[in-house]
């Protein structure tokens, strides 16, 4: 019994004593002006100590993806420190590899700035802006999906990859939070930014989009993101995508047709009832005109009674190895969820297919 007393009153004296020490830094401690310095000197700054590295980056207009919020689970903030990072905490680690964490990379919302820091940051994030949009349309595509087109207002145009995202700004009690939403416009169309939202219950960004109208502002950073599609037109494209994965595939299609109207080009979608089905029969006008698409959607649940659905069904995993040869020059580009990812993967590796850019959502 004395020893479970000791050791339920050492717990909390260590509790009390690490609450102390959070407000004591929160309320008590100032840091500061501290130097901010990027890329050896490409762009010094001057920050207040004691925030965040991501507030003080996004203070001056530095849009590092954020795509939690700040809150240490998405590991898209990371950035490497080269110096004046303190040392790596445990939130971080989860979410590092250890190579990542042998080469400085560290999770921006989770460095406190304590002294002057230098990072690295890739120029392509540097080029990262702020933009103001006007809602065009809010068109209902499924019973949980909405296409949102925004039209740029400042900056009017936007410079993105085929397969990149923009974060929007969705107001929340504790406060703006950012939401990534892929960007199913072609690059073709710099004025406008569409986005295919599936509203998740009760969360914050989907249902600020599902509730936007014509008129309204919506505010957002970007473009972001690691797409790259390959120039060579011999090399065949193939687009995965389930689920709410659908934007970037209908960005890369479209790019890809307007610049090179013969190449190979495969789009699986899995949906798992017709009631999920979208961008079908746009996708079929497009592929008349477009021999080499090919357009494969799977179900992959079991039809009601008095349904008729006569394209694939199972996982699209399943589709993808039916319909693709093996040892064929291929790039690849998968959005949706992780385990949809982990078995597409797996097929094209199979296959021969090693250029795999993925967004998992
Ligand atoms: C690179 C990238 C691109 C993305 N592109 C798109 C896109 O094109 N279209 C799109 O609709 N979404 C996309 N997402 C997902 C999007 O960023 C949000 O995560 C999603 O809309 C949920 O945000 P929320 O604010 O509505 O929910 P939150 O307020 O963040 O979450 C509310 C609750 O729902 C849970 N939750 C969060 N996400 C999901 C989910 N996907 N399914 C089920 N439960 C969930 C949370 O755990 C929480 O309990 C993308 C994500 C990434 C990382
Ligand atoms: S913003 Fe999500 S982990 Fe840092």
């Known amino acids: 019994m004395i020893y479970l007393l000791s050791i339920v009153s050492f717990a909390g004296l260590v509790v009390a004593l690490a609450a102390g020490l959070m407000v004591a830094e929160r309320f008590l401690v100032t840091y500061g002006i501290c130097k901010l310095d990027i890329n050896a000197g490409e762009k010094p700054l001057e920050v207040d100590g004691g925030q965040t590295l991501l507030a003080c980056l996004y203070a001056n207009d530095i849009f590092i993806p954020s795509a939690c919020g700040g809150k240490g689970t998405c590991g898209h903030c990371k950035i490497t420190v080269t110096s004046g990072g303190g040392p790596i905490l445990p939130t971080e680690t989860p ?144 687009c995965v995508g389930g689920g709410c994965g659908m934007a970037p595939m209908a960005n890369i299609i479209y790019t890809l047709y307007e610049k090179w109207p013969d190449r190979v080009c495969w789009l699986f979608f899995g949906c798992r009832t017709t009631k999920d089905v979208f961008y079908l029969k746009e996708f079929e006008e497009l592929a008349k005109k477009h021999k080499n698409l090919h357009v494969v959607y799977a179900l992959s649940d079991t039809l009601e009674e008095g349904e008729t659905w006569d394209g694939e069904t199972g996982f699209i995993h399943l589709s993808v190895d039916k319909y693709l040869e093996a040892g064929v020059r291929r790039q690849a580009f998968l959005c949706g969820p992780p385990l949809m990812i982990e078995a597409v993967t797996r097929v094209l590796e199979e296959k021969g297919t090693e250029d795999i850019f993925y967004d998992e959502f």
């Open 95 to 238: 979410l590092l590899t250890r190579k990542e964490i042998r080469s400085g990379v560290r999770l921006a919302c989770q460095v406190k700035v304590r002294e002057d820091i230098y990072v690295r940051i890739p120029s392509d994030l540097l080029n990262v802006k702020m933009f103001t949009s006007t809602v065009e349309s809010s068109v209902t595509l499924t019973y949980d999906i909405k296409e949102i087109t925004l039209r740029l207002e400042e900056p009017a145009q936007i410079n993105q990859r085929p397969g990149q995202y923009v974060q929007v700004q969705a107001p929340s009690p504790e406060g703006p939070v950012f939401r990534a939403y892929s960007i199913s416009s072609p690059a073709h169309e710099p004025n406008i930014v569409q986005l295919v939202v599936r509203l998740v219950p009760g969360g914050i960004g989907s249902t600020y989009l599902h509730n936007v109208e014509p008129g309204d502002t919506v505010n957002f950073t970007g473009p972001y993101g690691e797409f790259w599609l390959n120039e060579d037109p011999l090399v065949e494209i193939v």
